[in-house]
């Protein structure tokens, strides 16, 4: 029997127990990553297409064709696609990112004869209904105006446009006369040259049995329409020469600040070390700059660092919002945190205290079917697998504060862009 006056004893997780993905081919040649884990009657079936906002003609086409997708069919309308899966317990999600459109269905077992034919429907035969494309763009259109009076929206825009130059698909940002311009002509075009033509990954997770698989083959395994997408396209980073820039926004009472660096992407060597760098600056709550200028100094209610990954390259980010009067004094505070990095090891205990947090991270990662769909969709987006997860678990495991040390002086003392946006 248990005694549950004692603690359990501590111990480092040296090992995840991760399930490998089967690839099973459909009749047509598509092949289809199986991850069977899980005892409820429940699906997951995802399709990554590599078609994105990188690839649009047109600002904003991906996003419009992506969120009107599902709304209306050569088979179905909307009112009935939304009855459909509110009838059933269902959820469709779609989204476009920057190199990929995701289509995620979520079904129980009984509705997937049902559910999985809407989602052929919804990807291979939209109409783009004309009125429901402007309910779409005024819905939008409200939705970009409000966010434009925030000053972290503006900070986070004029960041990227200044890290990466304005033309650069990562750096470039909306305005609102590319909601009011884009016509259903542009969505059929990026559709049928970009869109149907990319190439899918496809991820089935959950209690996969054969009625399902049968299923996913009858909807997906005769249909050939991916080839090569006619919308390939390179472009070059332009930086801004000019490092530190500042918004005015009449009336407001907080300053945004967005600070950072164009940086390794997901498959360098030294991103899993980068990251567990990151964690120790600002990538949790218990991290240096929250203890310094949060619950110290007491300059906002919420600070944080992020090393973000694209497919060509990756950012490195601090952010936060502060009453105006404060804004110098927390850039004061950031470059502090910063030096102290590049100047000293981390000790020992924070270090450790740190690897406790990404290890607990990892495993609750693991934890649901639909978790590890999640974690594999983010290796797929880089065309990774989950021996990735291996190596990261190793580098927490293994890192010392000298390899810390050694990360923070190569990567945090190039010279930052600095954006502010307030009164």
Known sequence: MVNRTQAPRLGHVTHIPIHQPRVKSMPNGQQVQLLPIGDQEVIRFDMLISAGKWHQQVPLVANFTAGLLKEGTADYSSREISELLDGTGGYLQIGAGMHHTTLSLFSLNKHVHT??????????????????????????????????????????????????????PYGFFNSPDDYRKIKETDLWEYYQQALVKAPAQMLLTGNITDAVWQTVQENFGTINEAGHSELQKSFAFEAASEKRFHLHKK????????????????????????????????????????????????????????LVPYLHCGIFTIYTQTDNAFADKVLQEIQHEMDDLIQNPVPEAELEMVKNSLRGDLI??????????????????????????DHYLHTINTITPEKIHQIARQYLQNEFHIISVGG
């Open 115 to 168: 559910l999985l034919p809407l989602l052929q429907s919804v990807l291979y035969r939209p109409v783009f209904d004309a009125r429901e494309m402007e309910t779409y763009r005024r819905n939008r259109l409200q939705k970009y105006m409000n966010d434009a009076q925030k000053v972290n929206f503006l900070a986070a825009q004029y960041f990227k446009a200044r890290i990466f130059g304005g033309k650069h």
């Open 251 to 306: 009336g407001a009472v907080q300053t945004a600040i967005q600070m950072g660096i164009k940086t390794i992407s997901k498959a360098h060597p030294d991103f899993c070390a980068f990251l567990i760098l990151n964690t120790i600056l600002g990538g949790y709550f218990g991290s240096r700059l929250m203890r310094n200028i949060r619950e110290e100094k007491g300059y906002t209610y919420g600070i944080a660092s992020a």
């Open 364 to 389: 609750r990662n693991m934890d649901h079917p639909f978790q590890m769909a999640e974690t594999m969709h983010s290796l797929m987006e880089f065309g990774m697998d989950v021996s990735f997860i």
